[in-house]
Nanobody, 123 residues
Framework: QVTLVESGGGLVQAGGSLRLSCAAS????????MGWFRQAPGKEREFVAA????????YYVDFVKGRFTISRDNAKNTVYLQMNSLKPEDTAIYYC????????????????WGQGTQVTVSS
């Protein structure tokens, strides 16, 4: 099990950028696939991006491809989500997620969740 703590959210204008960080505690971080989900007001939580334990494979939902980049630094037990060209529809709470048994795109596959960080994009 890992404990996940997100940071880096905030208010940004449309077209701007933010970088989210997720710091993990626990010796098994390097064995975890990591990723991000988001939940907008009144909507279900949805998959955004994931990265394999080695960082060698990444996965994105179509509406963030070319704008968001997921990466990880296993030496720092941290996963990142670089978000560029932000749009008002990207406004949501962003949740860090981890899974011991490989990459994921579904909520039910997640072993551990962070508490979330708010991202607000103004038009």
């Amino acid at each position: 099990q890992v404990t996940l703590v997100e940071s880096g959210g905030g208010l940004v204008q449309a077209g701007g950028s933010l970088r989210l960080s997720c710091a993990a505690s626990g010796r098994t971080f390097r064995s975890y696939a990591m990723g991000w989900f988001r939940q907008a007001p009144g909507k279900e939580r949805e998959f955004v991006a994931a990265i394999s334990w080695s960082g060698g494979s990444t996965y994105y939902v179509d509406f963030v491809k070319g704008r968001f980049t997921i990466s990880r630094d296993n030496a720092k037990n941290t996963v990142y989500l670089q978000m560029n060209s932000l749009k008002p529809e990207d406004t949501a709470i962003y949740y860090c997620a981890g899974r011991l048994m490989g990459v994921f795109t579904r909520q039910y596959e997640i072993d551990d969740w962070g508490q979330g960080t708010q991202v607000t994009v103004s038009s």
